[in-house]
């Protein structure tokens, strides 16, 4: 067989691949077919089931595209978390607006590379445009710069390299370098800082109020001492909304001080920082002082999982990190280096996620979003005071969405919440989750999902109660 009969031969298989109109429309079809089932029976469904998933192996054989939705359906949606749920009030929930799933479609299937100005301007511009917005929303100044990632861990990531770079903490000094931060600090922190060499650093827990928010007093007094002791102090790590408590650290107070010593101030966004656009904006005063700043479309835009950012100011120590080149990429030489997303971030390959947030934006606006935000901020209100009617001790007055109850139980208090919440997730009706707060097992409730409303709440609260019954009547 020569080589024209080989090609011949290995096309004839090839192009499956490139699947033909008809077959688009017939597919597009029974996909629509179930995304409609799915979302119109939405709020019927569980919000979380501990049936295992199975089957699943990939075995080489051709399968039917309907006998394919029916196995995702089974063994994915109905096992687990379901994440688009407006049940899910447990973790920070993501959100899956309808918008951004159309964005994805476009841009798997037109398939821009986005990572280099040159390969595709629109796509790359699409990508500095969020950024560009995400810096006026935050009140960043124009000659910050910044970047689209998978999610607040990468975002961290990112951040902390430019830190670590821009105060040359490599080799002996590592050891005599001090980061900053609370023991509610959600915990890609210090993944973070261990990934990029930083894991002997000091790190020093800040105390926090009754409220879990970082005390300004005790950072500046430990920084004192620390420099009194010749160590160097370098990064001071605040949270806009802690994932465990909601908790919204002093931004402005510790934004001063970390002026005053000289020292890089990020603040982790990821959950709490889009309520900027809400009633609790005055929250967020001098959050646009920091040098570097992550937040989680993913979370507070209810967009799909997989969209985080990072703005930073300093853009020299930016570029110092990331910014490598090869001789196969010279044709993209002369172009502003900052417009192409690969000379700011870890990532070469990566997706076109900026459209994700960009289309939904131009067909909605930002009302809607906001809307949502204030909706929430009064569903955690309206929670607490119904559970509060029903025995149970709360935590303090969250400042965003997310906080936490127990039931007082006379004896054996932590267990017996332990096995309030196995009830809960057996029931499955609604998703919480639990966390240790001050040594004691509490349950959480995260109400962040674009479909959690009221019934939603009411819903929750019956089951709460039904689970409660079987706890204090075993049978």
Not at 19 to 32: C, K, S, W
Not at 425 to 432: K, R
């Amino acid at each position: 067989m020569n080589i024209n009969q080989q090609l011949a031969f290995l096309n004839q298989t090839a192009r499956e691949l490139d699947i033909n109109e008809e077959q688009r429309a017939e597919l597009v079809q029974q996909t629509t077919a179930y995304l409609n089932t799915f979302l119109n029976n939405i709020d019927q469904h569980k919000a979380f089931s501990r049936k295992e998933a199975q089957g699943l192996e990939i075995n080489n054989a051709q399968h039917l595209f309907s006998d394919i939705l029916e196995i995702y359906q089974k063994e994915v949606v109905e096992t687990g978390i379901v994440a688009s749920s407006g049940g899910h009030l447990g973790y920070i929930p993501g959100g899956g607006i309808f918008a951004a799933a159309l964005a994805d479609l476009l841009a798997a299937v037109t398939n821009p590379y986005a990572g280099v100005y040159f390969a595709s301007p629109g796509a790359a511009l699409i990508e500095t445009e969020v950024v560009n917005w995400l810096k006026k929303v935050f009140k960043f100044p124009n000659s910050a710069t910044g970047v689209l990632t998978s999610g607040g861990s990468v975002s961290n990531l990112i951040a902390f390299t430019a830190a670590r770079d821009k105060y040359g903490v490599k080799n002996e000094m590592v050891k005599n370098s001090v980061v900053y931060l609370t023991e509610q600090v959600h915990h890609s922190a210090q993944k973070a800082l261990r990934i990029i060499g930083l894991e002997d650093t000091i790190l020093r827990n800040i105390p926090i109020d009754d409220k879990f928010r970082m005390q300004v007093k005790h950072l500046r007094n430990c920084i004192e001492q620390d420099l009194q002791q010749g160590l160097k102090p370098f990064l001071i790590i605040a949270t806009a909304g802690t994932t465990d408590t909601g908790a919204v650290d002093p931004i402005d107070d510790i934004a001063e001080i970390a002026l005053k010593f000289k020292l890089w101030f990020h603040v982790d966004a990821a959950y709490g920082g889009f309520f900027i656009l809400s009633s609790k904006n005055e929250m967020f005063k001098g959050i646009e002082k920091a040098d570097s700043l992550i937040v989680d479309p993913h979370k507070g835009l209810f967009l799909p999982y997989g969209l985080g950012a990072v703005l930073i100011k300093d853009k020299r120590a930016l570029l110092h990190s990331h910014q490598y080149t090869g001789n196969y990429m010279q044709d993209t030489k002369g172009e502003d280096i900052v417009v192409s997303p690969a000379n700011i971030s870890p990532e070469l390959t990566r997706h076109f996620r900026g459209l994700r947030l960009w289309l939904p934006l131009k067909l909605h606006g930002i009302e809607p979003f906001k809307a949502c935000l204030e909706e929430k901020l009064l569903l955690i209100q309206y929670m607490r005071e119904k559970l509060n009617t029903l025995g149970f001790c709360l935590g303090p007055e969250p400042d965003l969405s997310v906080s936490y109850f127990w039931y007082p139980f006379e004896k054996d208090c932590d267990q017996n919440n332990k096995r309030l919440m196995h009830e809960i997730h057996n029931h499955g009706e609604v998703f919480l989750s639990s966390t240790i707060i001050g040594g004691r097992f509490v349950i959480r409730m995260a109400i962040l999902a674009f479909r959690t409303k009221r019934k939603t709440i009411d819903t929750t609260l019956a089951m709460i109660q039904e689970c409660l019954n079987r706890v204090l009547n075993p049978e």
